[in-house]
């Protein structure tokens, strides 16, 4: 058993890069080349990784050994696989063609261009496909980022994840960076086969101290050991570090001491990191400090970072989620909604920012709730490069204590059309850069993490990392194609585990929502206690601003133009006019838009308070079969990943009768209205 779960966890550590042998592999031998020729190689460069690699994955997925030479004549006459740049091919083969290609783009393009081609014809053979095929890939969108919220200090101590479930911080400890970033490279390693270019490695609620001169060698270690795997760091800042870390009398964004001590800063660091990606800003939000605490616009602040950045390449990645918590009021405003923030704080900004900003938008206007309609400021940045921020952290979806999939979700994101000026206007070409004609724009991941062996803390939470970078370089990608590679890499070919888990979590989201907050109410999970368990009364009355303003008779938040927050009128107009009105609102999406009496009948034809009642029972009758689910998978995969989800799949049965009981019965105690099924109400 000792031995059998050293093997695991070691397998655990490879995520989906795992290279577990195939069915029949030997036939495979004549078809395979003989040696790997890696051009212009220098060791730790992302060519030398690529080769690397290549001779550990064929090995391990076909039983053959590789050679690896630096040229192809050192080969002799036996086949090769050639790994490197398109310069450097040319220089040897000169006119051959190759395909347009764009950064990061590989047929055979720059450095990380030739890892990412090596890992996904890596993840081809791994899959069982080794015919000719010649393979030409471009990335969507340039910045394919993840988003690490790790506690550099957290009182003093261990680091800690912000929203993590997965163990403790793989890179900081003890207000360090840790001395052993073994772990911080494997999960280079990872994001790499994904493509994904940059990890922001500290948290957006971050700590002047990182800056300190110590701190800034250790970050260095860390770009090093990111390097070989083309992953470039990225940092977030504390807007108050001038005075908080610096001494100075304020951080005032247009103060001259302040601008000379952040570009003397950013200096230090890219002396210490030349390939350094950029910064990450939360400001004037959720307590944070901000340029408005002088009276600067948010355009003030990031562009005091931009022009620090400029002369080394960087860029940086501004937050839109900018919302006061402190003065929402719900009970005497029948008109405030934290939803508006972010539209009413940038919409007059576009244009002001410097070249190398980019705005990061939460997908919802709100926070990562279970359902949301997309967020209206990606139609209002036409000069601005937005990027779209979403969450890998089941932070409202369970907490990786339950299976949820959420590419299913991200896709009716990025697939969403906006309809800016009545054109075609769809969300992953507006981020992509490709609607308004821009170059910079992407993807933000907030991943969580951390030192647990199976790195979020679930086998099946993987997935959903897995996705992100998937459709960070191809958002046209299915959620279901996209699970079943992810299944295969990680638990192999037996057709049985694939149908099974691709079923498990493609209803895993649905019933989610079912058994959680429907009808665009959003999660109703404890607001004030880690946004786990159901609290629907938590909700309301506090200036957190996810109302839904239930009394004993109607629900919703009525966010209308003509009666309600005038959210709806954030839209362009087609999709505007569809929110505005309850008849063209979907009803997944009702009570986000309307408030409306329990007994208003849905689209379905049921009443609201019936759809609730229904759907709980629905939604956690699904998560009821996850375990027999599961349990047909028993002798299919290895025990201890078998027994590790058995274990959480049972708790998720059980947590989702809890959620089931609790919001049917806060509802049914709000408005009296019995079940017509009698289920709920006074027994
Ligand atoms: O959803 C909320 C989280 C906070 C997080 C914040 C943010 C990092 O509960 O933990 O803080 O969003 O995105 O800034």
């Given at each position: 058993?000792?031995?059998?779960?050293?093997?695991?966890?070691?397998?655990?550590?490879?995520g989906?890069?795992?290279?577990?042998?195939?069915?029949?592999?030997?036939?495979?031998?004549?078809?395979?080349?003989?040696?790997?020729?890696?051009?212009?190689?220098?060791?730790?460069?992302?060519?030398?990784?690529?080769?690397?690699?290549?001779?550990?994955?064929?090995?391990?997925?076909?039983?053959?050994?590789?050679?690896?030479?630096?040229?192809s004549?050192?080969?002799?006459?036996?086949?090769?696989?050639?790994?490197?740049?398109?310069?450097?091919?040319?220089?040897?083969?000169?006119?051959?063609?190759?395909?347009?290609?764009?950064?990061?783009?590989?047929?055979?393009?720059?450095?990380?261009?030739?890892?990412?081609?090596?890992?996904?014809?890596?993840?081809?053979l791994?899959?069982?496909?080794?015919?000719?095929?010649?393979?030409?890939?471009?990335?969507?969108?340039?910045?394919?980022?993840?988003?690490?919220?790790?506690?550099?200090?957290d009182?003093?101590?261990?680091?800690?994840?912000?929203?993590?479930?997965?163990?403790?911080?793989?890179?900081f400890?003890?207000?360090?960076i840790?001395?052993?970033?073994?772990?911080?490279?494997?999960?280079?390693?990872?994001?790499?086969?994904?493509?994904?270019n940059?990890?922001?490695?500290?948290?957006?609620?971050?700590?002047?101290?990182?800056?300190?001169?110590?701190?800034?060698?250790?970050?260095?270690?860390?770009?090093d050991?990111?390097r070989?795997?083309?992953?470039?760091?990225?940092?977030?800042?504390?807007?108050?570090?001038?005075?908080?870390?610096?001494?100075?009398?304020?951080?005032?964004?247009?103060?001259?001491?302040?601008?000379?001590?952040?570009?003397?800063?950013?200096?230090?660091?890219?002396?210490?990191i030349?390939?350094?990606?950029?910064?990450?800003?939360?400001?004037?939000?959720?307590?944070?400090?901000?340029?408005?605490?002088?009276?600067?616009?948010?355009?003030?602040?990031?562009?005091?970072?931009?022009?620090?950045?400029?002369?080394?390449?960087?860029?940086?990645?501004?937050?839109?989620?900018?919302y006061?918590?402190?003065?929402?009021?719900?009970?005497?405003?029948?008109k405030?909604?934290?939803?508006?923030?972010?539209?009413?704080?940038?919409?007059?900004l576009?244009?002001?920012?410097?070249?190398?900003?980019?705005?990061?938008?939460?997908?919802?206007?709100?926070?990562?709730?279970?359902?949301?309609?997309?967020?209206?400021?990606?139609?209002?940045?036409?000069?601005?490069?937005?990027?779209?921020?979403?969450?890998?952290?089941?932070?409202?979806?369970?907490?990786?204590?339950?299976?949820?999939?959420?590419?299913?979700?991200?896709?009716?994101?990025?697939?969403?059309?906006?309809?800016?000026?009545?054109?075609?206007?769809?969300?992953?070409?507006?981020?992509?850069?490709?609607?308004?004609?821009?170059?910079?724009?992407?993807?933000?991941?907030?991943?969580?993490?951390?030192?647990?062996?199976?790195?979020?803390?679930?086998?099946?939470?993987?997935?959903?990392?897995?996705?992100?970078?998937?459709?960070?370089?191809?958002?046209?990608?299915?959620?279901?194609?996209?699970?079943?590679?992810?299944?295969?890499?990680?638990?192999?070919?037996?057709?049985?585990?694939?149908?099974?888990?691709?079923?498990?979590?493609?209803?895993?989201?649905?019933?989610?929502?079912?058994?959680?907050?429907?009808?665009?109410l959003?999660?109703?999970?404890?607001?004030?206690?880690?946004?786990?368990?159901?609290?629907?009364?938590?909700?309301?009355?506090?200036?957190?601003?996810?109302?839904?303003?239930?009394?004993?008779?109607?629900?919703?938040?009525?966010?209308?133009?003509?009666?309600?927050?005038?959210?709806?009128?954030?839209?362009?107009?087609?999709?505007?006019?569809?929110?505005?009105?309850?008849?063209?609102?979907?009803?997944?999406?009702?009570?986000?838009?309307?408030?409306?009496?329990?007994?208003?009948?849905?689209?379905?034809?049921?009443?609201?308070?019936?759809?609730?009642?229904?759907?709980?029972?629905?939604?956690?009758?699904?998560?009821?079969?996850?375990?027999?689910?599961?349990?047909?998978?028993?002798?299919?995969?290895?025990?201890?990943?078998?027994?590790?989800?058995?274990?959480?799949?049972?708790?998720?049965?059980?947590?989702?009768?809890?959620?089931?009981?609790?919001?049917?019965?806060?509802?049914?105690?709000?408005?009296?209205?019995?079940?017509?099924?009698?289920?709920?109400?006074n027994?």
């Open positions: 058993a000792a031995v059998a779960s050293l093997v695991v966890a070691e397998d655990g550590l490879a989906w890069l795992r290279y577990a042998p195939i069915p029949s592999a030997e036939c495979y031998h004549k078809r395979l080349p003989s040696a790997i020729v890696t051009l212009n190689s220098t060791v730790g460069s992302p060519v030398h990784t690529a080769g690397k690699e290549l001779a550990q994955g064929i090995e391990g997925i076909f039983g053959k050994n590789l050679k690896l030479v630096a040229t004549d050192k080969a002799g006459s036996e086949p090769t696989v050639t790994v490197g740049t398109v310069a450097a091919f040319i220089d040897k083969n000169s006119g051959a063609k190759f395909p347009d290609l764009i950064e990061d783009g590989f047929h055979l393009n720059n450095e990380r261009g030739a890892l990412y081609g090596t890992f996904h014809y890596l993840s081809l791994a899959r069982g496909n080794a015919s000719d095929f010649t393979l030409t890939s471009n990335p969507d969108a340039p910045i394919r980022w993840t988003n690490e919220w790790n506690n550099m200090a009182g003093g101590t261990h680091g800690s994840v912000e929203r993590g479930y997965g163990g403790k911080s793989i890179f400890w003890d207000g360090k840790r001395d052993d970033l073994t772990r911080a490279g494997q999960y280079a390693r990872l994001l790499a086969s994904l493509g994904i940059a990890a922001v490695v500290n948290n957006v609620n971050a700590n002047a101290s990182t800056l300190t001169p110590a701190n800034m060698d250790g970050l260095a270690r860390i770009a050991v990111f070989p795997y083309g992953v470039q760091l990225g940092l977030s800042l504390n807007f108050a570090s001038p005075q908080v870390l610096g001494e100075l009398d304020t951080f005032d964004p247009l103060d001259a001491k302040v601008v000379k001590w952040w570009h003397g800063i950013t200096d230090e660091l890219y002396k210490r030349p390939d350094m990606a950029g910064y990450l800003v939360k400001a004037n939000s959720e307590g944070q400090p901000g340029p408005m605490t002088y009276n600067r616009t948010l355009a003030d602040g990031a562009n005091l970072f931009a022009r620090a950045l400029k002369p080394h390449g960087g860029i940086i990645l501004f937050r839109a989620f900018v006061d918590h402190r003065t929402l009021n719900q009970t005497l405003d029948w405030a909604d934290r939803a508006n923030a972010a539209v009413n704080y940038f919409d007059h576009d244009g002001q920012f410097e070249p190398n900003v980019a705005i990061q938008i939460k997908h919802g206007p709100i926070d990562f709730q279970v359902r949301e309609p997309v967020s209206p400021l990606f139609a209002h940045l036409v000069k601005t490069p937005s990027v779209v921020e979403l969450q890998v952290s089941q932070e409202y979806f369970g907490q990786q204590a339950h299976l949820v999939y959420i590419a299913p979700m991200w896709k009716e994101v990025l697939d969403f059309d906006l309809r800016v000026d009545g054109k075609p206007s769809v969300v992953s070409d507006i981020v992509s850069g490709r609607r308004f004609g821009r170059k910079l724009g992407g993807y933000a991941g907030v991943s969580n993490v951390g030192t647990n062996t199976t790195w979020l803390g679930s086998h099946l939470a993987m997935s959903n990392l897995y996705a992100f970078g998937r459709l960070a370089w191809n958002p046209k990608q299915t959620s279901e194609g996209m699970l079943k590679e992810w299944i295969q890499l990680t638990f192999g070919h037996d057709q049985k585990v694939i149908d099974v888990i691709t079923k498990m979590s493609m209803q895993s989201w649905p019933a989610y929502e079912n058994y959680s907050g429907n009808l665009g959003q999660t109703l999970t404890d607001l004030l206690l880690g946004h786990f368990g159901p609290n629907p009364g938590t909700s309301d009355g506090n200036p957190w601003g996810c109302w839904t303003r239930a009394d004993e008779d109607s629900i919703g938040m009525d966010r209308t133009v003509w009666n309600g927050t005038g959210f709806a009128g954030q839209y362009p107009a087609e999709v505007a006019a569809r929110y505005e009105r309850i008849e063209t609102t979907p009803d997944n999406l009702l009570l986000w838009f309307h408030h409306v009496p329990y007994t208003h009948r849905l689209k379905s034809g049921k009443t609201v308070i019936q759809h609730f009642y229904d759907a709980h029972y629905d939604g956690s009758a699904v998560a009821q079969t996850f375990v027999p689910q599961w349990q047909s998978l028993k002798g299919h995969i290895d025990d201890e990943r078998y027994e590790h989800m058995l274990f959480r799949l049972k708790f998720q049965a059980g947590h989702s009768l809890v959620w089931r009981d609790s919001i049917n019965q806060f509802y049914f105690n709000k408005s009296s209205i019995p079940d017509e099924a009698g289920r709920v109400g027994h």
